[in-house]
């Protein structure tokens, strides 16, 4: 917008040029296959093998099925291949022909040699000669089509890795027809010879290198898409891409029977003379051509003093331009020519764009000098009678003039020492010329070099053209830049930006010379920005009543903002706070019109936000960055239970680290002060897929690690085989991805990686995270050559590895070092449970101490850290101690591909079912899940040695004894009775996991794949850490446990009750009972539970006040974690 702005473009001008549609064109350009050099080899019209193919055009408009290719008798796909037979890919490109052909796919084969195109060559000297003679004398003999065969069978004699040889030719030749001689046909005075040297033109005058080429319809395919697998599957998609534009001109009546079909794609606006790759690459340079002064190249002292900038400036203000007519038109796109005029090379690169300029008047030439050597009046006649030319004749006596004077011939006589006006034409002003031509100075020739080497960045005597701003060079010594090039460089330039400039420049009223000037660098500053969306102009009504205006300060540059957003919805919560902000940083034209529904069922929005975004960075008074913004809910309703969430980035992983407040229920009428919680950023996520390049599936079980060349493992992580993906944790600096050691590492390589910032064929994999910003890497990996047949699950639990968060840095255990954790493999419980909010930590609590008295067995806690209280982080390391157990708070983020829910409470159930096979090491053989608010009443190593009969997890089934709850019994009618076919339906509130079974069968990829086709229908999955597993009953059969190991007094009978191994307290759909009340109620020893904790928490408190527990014991609880923000 600076740049507009200096360039006089102001206000609601400025805002009509910014929506302007100027990224470069992706349209695909074709060059004319209608040349004499190509023999096609089959013709879907004529040839009898075709003649039970319909011919109609109009059956293009026939229904078929998706993908369905249709057989029709015209030649609308046609496929060409240009070739050196020399070359090793070119027996790849016969094949694929080949196949196409026979398998009767319809499409038009056509072939381009390129060999030697001397005078005189011999084919039994040069094999592809030899190869393009005898493919001209088979068809002469007999036809094109079994020429082709007879050049698919000399390629077949060729091995792979080696080159065609005329003994190839020769050996099939003689086996084909044995009875001609082979000299008549391969011999320098051959009569097959035809097509030889049209080849090779055909091949430069469609401008595409490097051999091979082929394409489709006149289209080149790019060079990535030559691997016959490649190019194969791209022919196929090109054939039904095609076919829908020949449908759309059937259907409007522009394609008929009668027309010529190849004729009717060939006249399309994208066909173009000649290819110029060097135009059309996606990488571009632009000059900044925004700053205006007065200076100009005939001062060299004062222009070598300019900065970069300055310099094009004063290049354009001493620019002098040639152009068809002499009138005063704006032209769209200007040529500024660059090279050494005084050098052949550079004189035929002018010559090339004056003859183009003689048929269009869009273009306007200038010229910059670029001197081979040092510059002087004796070096320079043609560049000093060029410039003279221009500074004192009309535009089309120096057009003729300069025309003239660089044709090879004429100029070769002035360097002699002849006088350039000997070429003078009529209506030249001839003294002028002469006392211009004649003066010593050479400054803007200077000034030219200086611009060429500084500023161009060019070696002396290089060539280049300068589009509208755009560099295009410099060109290779022997590289040609003929007419057509320059006439798809004009048409490019007007298609994309030009012709769209100038039509808003004319709306200005500024004079003709200078819009020319301005549309030029206009279109440099706009199409030098970095590739984006397309802006759409919307019309919006402006209406008082549903809009609001914040105007722009005036007399500045200003961003017009308009936002359209329905007020009560989520995404007018997130849009409002940033608008407000960018309005505090940003001189905006702010308007904001509410579209709102007409019509509501219930209040779309059940919620209150805050976005956490500051303007700028706030200090205090003493000069000291300030703490982190905040979120400030004021004036809030009384009576309401609230729960409090935040919405980060994906990429974040975030939690609480200070409050006294159960943030999942907050009362404010029970409520004193301030309810105030305070998060920390604690880990940026680095997420991956992961795929096997042999099968191109998941390598499912694969470990990578995470860490530094000081600490290798830090973290680690198990590939899922949804996508392939993994995640792993991390803070901002440099990370080494490995291979796990053990199995992960013993079978697989790491074969390549995307999106990192190491070399490609790296073993060690660099990910830099520079920022907050989400970092996603894609790892191929390959199975060594003598691990191809090993199974990574097979023996996966043989490791002693360490998973997720079990590591040095970040594992957290309770009350021993970490040297003296038992490992796995010896006899440890581990259950697995989690909870949110202060009621359900407590019931945690309380069900933790129930299963410490009830066990002789070594147990290990493994908690959900993500929704974990700060207060039930602190306690933990003391009950621990207290209590004699192992935990570790593990954490996952839930992918962003899996579909989000927004409730907590179905997040949580969802943690329960999605994730148990990426949760817990490998080496973690069986776990079992435990409710919060069970009580358990036995040794539930019985639960863990359970003989599960090959499934992967256990439940217990729903008791069906309380026989005035049967009308609650959802699944004995509709969908479930079905489903189930007599299985029972199973509760979630206690369940035991054969980690190794459940990961060899995938059981988290097909529940994570149910889960996600489910939950798009917000009416599916209704309790969803019960349904899915009972939906998946068929695909992941469950192990029914004995009734006793769970009891719920909502299904379950009193008599049942003495049997009970656990108690649930599950709510009762009928009396609604509060769960503390039930909780009292129904089992006696919880409130002796409750006391005890209570107790133990107490005395915590009491020490930690009065400073019992010193800072060096809490260094030393491996519980124990610092924060700091990021």
Not at 213 to 228: H, S, T
Not at 468 to 490: A, K
Not at 1055 to 1075: G, H, V, W, Y
Request: glycine share 4%.
């Amino acid at each position: 917008m600076e740049g507009l702005h200096r360039l006089g473009i102001d206000g609601i001008s400025l805002q009509n040029v910014l929506k302007l549609n100027v990224q470069p064109s992706t349209a695909d350009y074709a060059v004319d296959i209608r040349n004499s050099a190509i023999v096609w080899v089959n013709n879907l019209e004529l040839d009898g093998r075709y003649n039970s193919w319909p011919s109609n055009v109009q059956e293009l408009l026939r229904p078929t099925f998706p993908g369905v290719i249709r057989q029709i008798r015209k030649n609308f796909h046609n496929f060409v291949i240009i070739v050196d037979p020399e070359q090793e890919s070119t027996s790849e490109l016969i094949n694929l022909a080949e196949m196409f052909l026979s398998n009767h796919i319809p499409i038009r084969v056509g072939l381009v040699f390129v060999v030697d195109d001397s005078e005189e060559v011999d084919g039994f000297q040069d094999a592809g000669v030899a190869l393009l003679r005898a493919f001209n004398y088979v068809a002469d003999e007999e036809d094109n089509y079994q020429a082709f065969q007879i050049v698919a069978s000399i390629y077949n004699k060729v091995l792979t890795g080696e080159r065609l040889t005329v003994k190839h030719v020769t050996s099939v030749l003689e086996q084909k027809y044995p009875y001609v001689e082979l000299s008549s046909i391969l011999a320098i005075d051959s009569a097959y010879d035809q097509k030889r040297k049209k080849g090779k033109e055909y091949f430069l005058q469609t401008g595409l290198s490097p051999l091979p080429v082929v394409l489709f319809n006149g289209i080149p395919f790019p060079k990535d898409q030559l691997e016959p697998d490649e190019l194969e599957t791209a022919t196929m998609h090109k054939i039904i891409e095609t076919t829908s534009f020949f449908q759309k001109a059937v259907y409007l009546g522009e394609l008929t029977n009668e027309q010529d079909v190849v004729d009717h794609v060939m006249s399309q606006p994208n066909v173009v003379p000649r290819i110029n790759l060097r135009i059309l690459e996606a990488e571009r340079h632009y000059l900044d051509l925004t700053t205006l002064n007065n200076f100009f190249v005939d001062d060299y002292k004062r222009f070598s003093t300019l900065d970069s900038n300055a310099k094009s400036a004063a290049v354009v203000n001493s620019m002098n331009y040639l152009s068809k007519k002499d009138d005063a038109f704006v032209r769209p796109v200007t040529f500024w020519i660059v090279g050494d005029f005084d050098k052949p090379t550079g004189r035929q690169l002018l010559y090339n764009a004056m003859k183009h300029l003689k048929s269009s008047n869009n273009v306007r030439i200038g010229m910059l000098n670029n001197p081979s050597e040092d510059p002087s009046a004796e070096t320079t006649p043609i560049a000093r009678a060029i410039w003279a030319a221009l500074q004192t004749q009309n535009s089309n006596n120096a057009k003729n003039f300069i025309t003239k004077i660089i044709k090879e011939e004429n100029a070769m006589l002035i360097e002699a020492g002849s006088d350039p006006l000997e070429f003078a034409v009529g209506g030249m002003d001839t003294d002028l010329f002469r006392e211009a031509f004649e003066s010593p100075k050479v400054d803007f020739i200077l000034s030219h070099a200086l611009y060429c080497w500084d500023i161009l960045k060019m070696n002396k005597g290089d060539r280049a053209i300068i589009s509208n701003g755009r560099i295009i060079g410099p060109l290779q010594q022997s590289e040609v830049f003929n007419q057509d090039d320059f006439h798809l460089l004009e048409n490019l330039v007007i298609k994309t930006s030009a012709q769209k400039i100038k039509s808003h420049i004319k709306l200005l009223g500024v004079e003709e010379d200078h819009a020319s000037d301005l549309v030029m660098r206009v279109d440099s500053l706009l199409s030098a920005q970095p590739k984006g969306e397309g802006r759409t102009e919307y019309q919006i009504p402006e209406e008082k009543s549903s809009a609001i205006k914040l105007r722009p300060t005036e007399g500045m540059i200003y961003f017009d903002v308009v936002a359209v957003v329905d007020p009560v919805t989520k995404a007018a919560q997130r849009v409002a706070p940033l608008l407000l902000v960018l309005k505090q940083i940003l001189n905006m034209n702010l308007r904001v019109f509410m579209n709102c529904q007409s019509k509501l069922s219930e209040m779309p929005l059940k919620s209150f936000f805050r976005y956490v975004l500051e303007p700028e960075i706030a200090f205090t008074s003493k000069s000291v960055i300030a703490s982190g913004p905040i979120a400030k809910f004021l004036d809030m309703p009384q009576s309401p239970l609230f729960t409090l969430n935040l919405n980060t980035p994906e990429s974040w992983m975030v939690e609480s680290v200070r409050t006294p407040y159960d943030l999942d229920n907050i009362y404010l009428e029970e409520v004193d002060s301030v309810v105030a919680a305070e998060f920390e950023l604690e880990y940026l996520l680095l997420e991956g897929h992961c795929f096997d390049v042999s099968t191109g599936q998941p390598p499912r079980g694969l470990q990578f690690t995470l860490g530094t060349s000081r600490d290798p493992v830090v973290v680690d992580t198990i590939v899922m085989a949804n996508l392939g993906y993994f995640q792993l944790k991390a803070n901002p600096g440099a990370w080494i991805l490995r291979l796990r050691k053990g199995r992960s590492e013993d079978i697989y390589n790491i074969y390549s990686h995307e999106g990192t910032d190491s070399e490609p064929g790296a073993s060690d994999v660099v990910i830099v995270l520079h920022d907050l910003k989400s970092k996603i890497i894609k790892v191929k990996v390959q199975k060594k050559t003598d691990k191809i047949n090993e199974d990574l699950l097979s023996e996966g639990t043989g490791e002693n590895e360490a998973g997720f968060w079990d590591s040095i840095t970040w594992g957290l255990t309770g009350g021993q070092k970490q040297d003296d954790i038992k490992t796995e493999k010896e006899d440890v419980l581990n259950i697995f449970s989690l909870a949110s909010g202060h009621l359900y930590e407590r019931f945690l609590r309380i069900m933790m101490l129930s299963v410490l008295k009830n066990t002789q067995t070594p147990v290990k806690f493994w908690f959900l850290k993500n929704y974990l209280s700060p207060t039930f982080k602190n306690f933990i390391p003391y009950m621990a101690q207290k209590y004699n157990f192992q935990y570790e708070l593990v954490q996952y983020k839930w992918p962003r591909w899996l579909h989000q829910q927004s409730e907590k409470q179905r997040i949580i159930w969802g943690y329960k079912i999605l994730f148990l096979d990426v949760l817990f090491p490998l080496a973690v053989d069986k776990i079992l899940f435990v409710d919060a608010d069970q009580i358990v009443r036995t040794d539930l190593k019985e639960l863990r040695d359970f003989n599960l009969d090959g499934a992967p997890y256990g439940y217990t089934p729903f008791c069906d004894s309380r026989r005035e709850m049967d009308g609650y019994r959802f699944w004995r009618s509709g969908y479930w009775a079905s489903h189930l076919a007599g299985r029972k339906y199973h509760i979630s509130a206690l369940y035991v996991v054969d980690l190794k079974k459940f990961r060899k069968i995938a059981a988290g990829d097909r529940l994570r794949g149910q889960y996600q086709g489910l939950s798009q229908d917000p009416n599916s999955l209704s309790n969803l850490d019960q349904d899915l597993p009972n939906n998946m009953i068929h695909q992941v059969p469950i192990k029914s446990l004995p009734q006793e190991w769970l009891w719920c007094e909502t299904w379950c009978d009193e008599a049942s009750k003495k049997k009970a191994k656990t108690i649930d307290l599950c709510n009762n759909p009928m009396t609604k009972e509060p769960k503390l009340q039930a909780a009292v109620r129904i089992v006696p020893e919880w409130q002796d539970y409750d006391q005890e904790i209570k107790k133990l928490y107490t005395h915590i408190m009491e020490e930690t006040s009065n400073g019992s527990l010193t800072q060096s014991d809490k260094r030393t609880d491996p519980g124990h974690e610092s924060h700091e923000e990021l």
